[in-house]
């Protein structure tokens, strides 16, 4: 990870102010990478940004740490023997990749498709039609403004008294209750405002999981520990639109959310539980 033990008191903090400024990054990216295909072309476009990209690289040379040989020194197998020693890890692993199966796979991936199935009408803003694509695409970018000021708060609270198991449990319980809404007809503002606040909570829930990813793991197993993370993330996100199509196609749109939602809160429910027996 990005921080070591000096850092330990604030890694919340420095964590959601990592993700905060990626997802800025990410805004900035959508917004200039989507004007500047119009006026200049991808291939203009795509050059640009690659010379962008090999032009970061001195910065990387100069302030990444080469910790190579430390690592060497310190790196150690991670076996399936090791992980049934740290059972908090390994409901953490379970834990993302069910967030990012749930939340980042199926809700984002059929988001302008959740839209199109709710709404029975085109918006009008001065003559100009406004469609799924384009509610979906605002929402997104809503995310992520709000997600770049949100992460670094997130971050701060579970340094202080709020804990990261008690922000994860109350969070993934929220999460779920906004899910189980999904399905029901209420109105179409609030329903959108609903699936906002839900975009916004799995920015939360990403947030408190590497936050807690980092603390868990140890030096001598850094590398590997993180390795698997990130690859059970991206396992859950890409399974995620499959899983949630296929179910729609055989259960139906409705039951796939309450279905999300129920495994959502059982898995609150487990952490509010893992947190009551520790104190």
């Known amino acids: 990870m990005i921080f070591d033990?000096?850092?330990?008191?604030?890694?919340?903090?420095?964590?959601?102010?990592?993700?905060?400024?990626?997802?800025?990054?990410?805004?900035?990216?959508?917004?200039?990478?989507?004007?500047?295909?119009?006026?200049?072309?991808?291939?203009?476009?795509?050059?640009?940004?690659?010379?962008?990209?090999?032009?970061?690289?001195?910065?990387?040379?100069?302030?990444?740490?080469?910790?190579k040989n430390r690592q060497v020194t310190l790196r150690t197998k991670l076996t399936v023997a090791s992980l049934a020693n740290q059972p908090i890890l390994v409901w953490m692993l379970l834990t993302v990749f069910i967030v990012m199966l749930c939340?980042?796979?199926?809700?984002?991936?059929?988001?302008?498709?959740?839209?199109?199935?709710?709404?029975?009408?085109?918006?009008?803003?001065?003559?100009?039609?406004?469609?799924?694509?384009?509610?979906?695409?605002?929402?997104?970018?809503?995310?992520?403004?709000i997600g770049a000021f949100l992460s670094p708060w997130i971050g701060k609270k579970t340094?202080?008294?709020?804990?990261?198991?008690?922000?994860?449990?109350?969070?993934?319980?929220?999460?779920?209750?906004?899910?189980?809404?999904i399905p029901s007809n209420i109105p179409l503002g609030f329903w959108l405002l609903n699936l906002l606040a839900l975009l916004l909570t799995t920015t939360l829930l990403i947030t408190i999981m590497d936050i807690s990813i980092s603390a868990i793991v140890s030096n001598e197993t850094k590398v590997a520990i993180v390795t698997v993370y990130v690859i059970v993330a991206d396992v859950g996100a890409s399974f995620g639109p499959f899983l949630g199509y296929l179910f729609e196609r055989t259960l139906g749109l409705s039951t796939t959310y309450w279905i999300a939602a129920t495994v959502l809160m059982l898995l609150s429910f487990r952490w509010m539980i893992a947190l009551a027996r520790r104190v």
Request: aromatic share 10%.
């Open 5 to 67: 033990s000096t850092t330990i008191e604030n890694r919340g903090h420095l964590m959601g102010t990592y993700n905060g400024i990626s997802r800025l990054g990410t805004l900035v990216g959508m917004l200039a990478g989507g004007f500047f295909v119009e006026w200049f072309g991808i291939r203009n476009v795509a050059v640009l940004f690659g010379i962008l990209a090999i032009m970061v690289l001195p910065a990387v040379l100069i302030y990444i740490p080469n910790t």
């Open 103 to 145: 939340l980042e796979g199926i809700l984002t991936a059929s988001l302008s498709h959740l839209i199109d199935v709710r709404k029975h009408m085109d918006f009008s803003f001065y003559g100009m039609l406004i469609g799924a694509a384009a509610i979906a695409a605002t929402i997104q970018a809503s995310r992520l403004v």
């Open 159 to 181: 340094d202080g008294k709020w804990g990261r198991e008690a922000a994860l449990s109350v969070i993934l319980f929220l999460a779920s209750v906004m899910v189980f809404v």
